[in-house]
């Protein structure tokens, strides 16, 4: 059996990595950790952890909000949800409440889906 250590990265496939970085960098405000274009690679940071997302340019990305999903955890959902409206992203559906607190979705061109998910009802639970 093999021993989990942690999250090395998450990897998002897109249909194009111009798009795809202004998208999570430039709406989501995610900090872009590098970009190499002959690769059709970007890794951008989450937060102080190593691991980060990556996002892999693809023909076969497709369209649809279906993909896989990644959760971010923020000190509240609902004020991250008006920021996100004020960039132009528009949420999957209104935040919604889950069982630490509240989340949102949005999701990107290709319909990988980043939730942005707080724990306002289970302080001891989050980084705080």
Request: proline share 7%; hydrophobic share 50%.
């Amino acid at each position: 059996m093999t021993t989990v250590r942690g999250i090395d990265n998450v990897l998002f496939a897109v249909g194009d990595l111009a798009t795809a970085v202004d998208f999570y960098a430039g709406r989501l405000g995610l900090p872009l950790a590098f970009r190499m274009d002959g690769a059709g690679v970007a890794l951008f940071r989450l937060g102080d952890e190593t691991p980060g997302l990556m996002v892999r340019q693809t023909p076969e990305a497709a369209g649809a909000a279906t993909g896989p999903r990644l959760w971010l955890e923020v000190a509240d959902a609902r004020a991250a949800a008006a920021g996100l409206a004020e960039a132009g992203v528009a949420p999957l559906a209104e935040p919604f409440p889950v069982a630490t607190g509240w989340t949102v979705e949005v999701a990107d061109p290709w319909g990988n889906v980043v939730g942005f998910t707080d724990y306002t009802t289970m302080p001891e639970r989050g980084r705080g």
